[in-house]
Nanobody, 126 residues
């Protein structure tokens, strides 16, 4: 079955960096797009970044220039490098995948992806 497992979250100071990892299995990792979302208490999940073979990278305006998404097909992992972290980045971060979704439209940032990981917590202190 499709499985996504996030790791790498933790507590960091404002201005610091973290790299989140998502280990993927049970699907054609090389072909399916993958995205990072985040969610805080009482709010909807919001798209952070999306990566696909056909469409490249997309980022939310709030993280553009600070976060970088990448993938390693050999090890079936996707990463989110987060630099210059701000308290507003505090959230539970999730990776998601979907067989048919693409990253070249605004719809990628909606929380309608088919498969999700369990999330990893990121807390940025001021």
């Amino acid at each position: 079955q499709v499985q996504l497992v996030e790791s790498g979250g933790g507590l960091v100071q404002q201005g610091g960096s973290l790299r989140l990892s998502c280990a993927a299995s049970g699907f054609a990792f090389d072909d399916w797009p993958i995205a990072w979302f985040r969610q805080t208490a009482g709010k909807e999940r919001e798209g952070v970044s999306c990566l696909s073979m056909s469409d490249g990278e997309n980022y939310a305006d709030s993280v553009k220039g600070r976060f970088t998404i990448s993938r390693d097909n050999k090890y079936n992992r996707v990463y989110l490098q987060m630099n210059s972290l701000e308290p507003e980045d505090t959230a539970v971060y999730y990776c998601a995948t979907d067989k048919y979704r693409r990253c070249n439209t605004h719809s990628w940032s909606s929380p309608l992806w088919d498969y999700w990981g369990q999330g990893t917590r990121v807390t940025v202190s001021s």
